[in-house]
């Protein structure tokens, strides 16, 4: 910041536009973000009220689905587990869609899309600055879901160690590391839905056009990943390998989906990024 100096006429001060703190700002104060990160926490409240409400002594079944719910009250390990199975199904996807889908259409919607870029500031920086503090407010939320699930999960059900869908007993020491991985890749496999819900951002000026048609487009690849028919082809579906990471929690760990599910994750989100940064810079900002 410039000091004027005496005797001469007062500078205007300067500051960098289109800062990364003006962007964390303009994030936070949406309320958007704060009812989704109030969501996140209410999540494992409303889970712990259901199962309160329900008779835990009721049929046992062997699917896996089955399995998580069955388990979910022996501990905080398994409370975890069967958080993340749920919400990593359609919250975590939509939280995704909605932290990257949004923010570019926000503005335009606002009509100061076009006032932000008669800044000094290339477009790829206004972008770029958009798609990170999207990305991390995901991995944030992702993060906030699993450690305060864990304390509502040891306050209501004991801190009893993992017991995984295939009877396997795992110890904090050995399940720690191993639910990071977990976590980690849980991540990955939200960036694709994240990149197409920035590509349909930069497209479109209405926020829920990007939001929807990501999780949409989501629930379609779900879709027709049910069908055989498809195979090898469906492999290459984004979300194809999404449960993946219950093979990190194993006794004797399963790497070979992890590995694939995440250079496909990869692959698609780099994509849709690459068409964003494309479309964005040659089109006409009128609003």
Request: proline content about 5%; overall charge positive.
């Amino acid at each position: 910041m410039r000091r004027p100096v005496a005797g001469s006429r007062p500078v205007a001060v300067t500051r960098a536009p289109l800062s990364w703190r003006a962007e964390w700002r303009r994030q936070w104060s949406r309320r958007r973000t704060l009812v989704s990160f109030a969501l996140v926490l209410a999540l494992p409240l409303i889970l712990v009220g259901a199962f309160a409400l329900g008779d835990r002594s009721s049929t046992q079944r062997a699917s896996t689905s089955a399995r998580f719910v069955d388990l979910a009250q022996s501990g905080s390990a398994n409370f975890v587990l069967f958080t993340l199975f749920v919400s990593s199904e359609l919250l975590l996807i939509l939280l995704a869609a909605l932290f990257c889908g949004d923010a570019v259409p926000s503005e335009a919607s606002w009509s100061s899309l076009r006032y932000l870029l008669m800044a000094p500031v290339r477009r790829a920086r206004l972008l770029t600055s958009k798609l990170v503090v999207g990305v991390v407010t995901t991995a944030m939320a992702t993060v906030l879901l699993v450690a305060w699930s864990a304390l509502v999960g040891g306050l209501a059900y004991g801190w009893a160690s993992l017991t995984n869908p295939v009877g396997e007993d795992l110890s904090w020491a050995q399940l720690l590391p191993r639910l990071a991985v977990a976590v980690a890749y849980i991540f990955v496999t939200l960036l694709p839905v994240a990149a197409i819900a920035f590509w349909l951002g930069v497209r479109s000026d209405a926020p829920l056009a990007a939001v929807g048609g990501a999780v949409l487009v989501s629930i379609l690849a779900s879709i027709l990943d049910q069908i055989d028919a498809l195979d090898p082809w469906r492999n290459a579906l984004p979300g194809h390998y999404s449960r993946a990471w219950q093979d990190a929690l194993l006794l004797d760990p399963k790497w070979t989906a992890l590995v694939h599910g995440t250079l496909w994750s990869l692959a698609w989100a780099a994509l849709f990024t690459l068409l964003a940064y494309r479309r964005f810079g040659r089109a006409d900002i009128l609003s």
